[in-house]
């Protein structure tokens, strides 16, 4: 009887992937974006789509003199946890980065940078001095003895930060990686909002090298949630990384260079990556600029980020010298708590990382021989399928995708009746008493959230007293919001190392050293039209034999109205271009742009081995 149940068993395994459905991953995209406006704090806008919410934590802050209103809760409580919040930022802004295109094409761009600035809000509105960043709102110990709605809590909302005094640099140094990335996400739609992303950034980073520490030790209420285990080592490299991407200050680069073996960079082989260990993402985005010709001088100590950026890649694929763990099943794990964090963020860096090795026309260097970029991709799509129910349960682990989800989230909002339907006060220990230990499905679908998963062995029990499993958490959605649109939208033929090298205006008061400067190539408009346009060549490479070139150019509308359908004419250009849409045989706005206001400009770039294009207007209307 044993044998043949273990024949049956093995012909299951063998038969279940045959019934798996293909997936749709735009509808997946679109709703793990929603899962962010339920996770909202503060005053909610008009055009809020999960209608469930209402306003709450309109006090916090008030009582050390700060306005500390909106932000994102991290998970299924009420606290405003730093560290995690900015992390989400990051990912969310490197998702953005790197697919804005594909989020464009499903009509989910608008609401991507909806979500990123709901978050980069109030990342500003908690760093009111350079030197004084606010960590946490909230008290875990409190909120977690209370089972309230958002909108009824009654806990104590004391405010932490850090300062020189009381350092952190894990979490300042995480603070500026996400301002910086999300100004490079700004940096076309809102330039000025983008600029002063980045001046937060360089003080922050400033803050986190100057004075140095790890935020557990300052906001010590904070080390029973989240503990900073690496140190933050991690966080200062990876804030160095952002901000050289989002600036093109060599400062950064050379801090890169001299610090990577010394703080870890180089020497750290990883097997997972999340908001607290951030090396596998240095790695990545280090081999990245490698790939791209910038490591100068510092190329051997960039090779060897490079070494450990293939090892992270090499040990999810299964062909490592030490691969990570994965249930029976195929899905990466890591630990019982919330395991789905890891899956989504090393899904993600073996997402992008393939598309830089297809870009560079790479490959990847593992001990069991040379890997096809198409194989990391593959993998991170069976992780995601599997999130998706591509599972021996056939579960979702996405709430609302597909028949089979997760009913009983560990979330206090989505557990407790609507304050719109049922507008009577919850007390703190009511709600544990009246709706934490109801035996029933979530009154309020969190549409979207990606829950804690299995164990193991691909098991997973949906009660909501087993928060290991069934507590979502921003940070899980975040990168995947990357993969799901890499996966919908497709590569579509760009090269994705380059829309990421976009120069930034020079910040104001930045103390490290100045860009270089640029070759400036203005190209004329047609005589009789009041619209500048002004190119430049911001970087050039050599491969194989030939040089190419980066081209930015910037138009701006110097009438006293507002642009509108503005067509483009565009001759000799022999390469790739970003931030236009093909019209015919014309150039128009980008998909997320529809017009030009009084005194603004907008960006595009494209690369070619010649001369600048010749870029004139052709049509437009003032308004």
């Known amino acids: 009887m044993e044998k043949l149940m273990r024949l049956i068993s093995m012909v299951l395994v063998v038969c279940v ?4 459905a293909v997936h749709d991953y735009n509808e997946a995209l679109s709703k793990s974006l929603l899962f962010f406006e339920a996770q909202r704090s503060g005053y909610l806008p008009p055009n809020q789509r999960v209608a469930w919410r209402a306003n709450s934590g309109l006090n916090d802050g008030k009582a050390s003199g700060v306005d500390l209103v909106g932000g994102y809760y991290d998970a299924g409580d009420n606290v405003k946890f730093g560290l995690p919040m900015a992390f989400t930022i990051t990912m969310m802004s490197w998702s953005i980065i790197e697919y804005a295109k594909q989020m464009g094409a499903n009509g989910e761009l608008a609401h991507a940078l909806e979500a990123l600035q709901w978050g980069t809000d109030y990342l500003i509105k908690a760093h009111p001095h350079p030197y004084l960043l606010y960590g946490e709102v909230g008290d875990g110990n409190s909120d977690h003895y209370c089972w309230q709605r958002p909108e009824d809590m009654t806990t104590d909302r004391h405010a932490y930060k850090i300062d020189p005094s009381n350092p952190g640099s894990d979490l300042a140094g995480e603070t500026a990686a996400a301002m910086a990335a999300a100004s ?29 520490g790890k935020y557990d030790s300052s906001i010590t209420i904070a080390q029973k949630y989240y503990r900073s285990v690496s140190g933050y080592n991690d966080e200062l490299l990876w804030a160095a990384a952002w901000l050289y991407q989002a600036s093109n200050n060599e400062y950064y680069l050379n801090y890169l260079g001299k610090n990577g073996d010394s703080m870890g960079g180089t020497g750290w082989a990883m097997t997972e990556f999340g908001w607290d260990v951030k090396y596998a993402g240095v790695q990545t985005l280090v081999a990245k600029f490698l790939m791209q010709g910038k490591a100068g001088v510092h190329a051997p100590v960039f090779e060897r980020y490079h070494q450990k950026a293939e090892h992270f890649m ?9 691969n990570v763990q994965k249930t029976p099943a195929g899905l990466i794990f890591r630990q019982r708590w919330n395991n789905m964090q890891f899956v989504t963020s090393a899904s993600f860096l073996a997402t992008v990382y393939s598309d830089y090795l297809t870009s560079s026309r790479g490959t990847l260097r593992c001990d069991a021989g040379n890997v096809a970029p198409s194989q990391l991709l593959s993998f991170a799509k069976s992780q995601v399928d599997y999130l998706l129910g591509d599972n021996p349960r056939a579960t979702s682990y996405m709430v609302g995708y597909g028949n089979n989800f997760p009913r009983q989230v560990h979330h206090r909002g989505s557990s407790i009746v609507s304050i719109k339907v049922h507008p009577q006060f919850v007390a703190c220990r009511q709600g544990y008493a009246t709706w934490y230990s109801r035996k029933a499905s979530d009154p309020n679908v969190l549409t979207g959230a990606v829950v804690g998963g299995p164990d193991a062995y691909d098991n997973f029990a949906d009660e909501r007293d087993n928060f290991e499993q069934t507590e979502p958490a921003t940070y899980n959605n975040a990168p995947l919001l990357g993969i799901l649109a890499r996966l919908g939208g497709g590569h579509d033929g760009y090269n994705q190392l380059l829309p990421v090298a976009i120069p930034a205006p020079k910040p104001v008061a930045a103390k490290p050293k100045s860009e270089p400067e640029v070759k400036l190539t203005p190209t004329p408009a047609t005589s009789s039209t009041p619209i500048s346009i002004e190119q430049k060549v911001t970087t050039s490479w050599n491969d194989k034999g030939r040089t190419y070139y980066r081209y930015s150019t910037v138009v701006t509308n110097k009438t006293s109205k507002t642009l509108k359908d503005l067509k483009l004419s565009i001759s000799k250009l022999y390469g790739p271009i970003w931030g236009l849409t093909k019209s015919g045989n014309s150039y128009a706005f980008p998909t997320h742009l529809n017009s030009l206001p009084a005194g603004n400009s907008m960006e595009f770039v494209y690369i070619h081995a010649a001369s600048p294009a010749d870029v004139s207007v052709s049509s437009y209307n003032l308004a």
Not at 17 to 20: G, I, M, N, S
Not at 191 to 206: D, G, K, N, T, V
């Open 314 to 322: 090499c040990s999810l694929i299964g062909k490592g010298s030490r």
């Open 17 to 20: 992937p045959l019934a798996f």
């Open 184 to 212: 490079i996400v700004f940096r076309h739609s809102n330039p000025a909002y983008s600029s002063e992303l980045l001046r937060h950034a360089y003080q922050l980073f400033e803050f986190a090298d100057k004075y140095r």
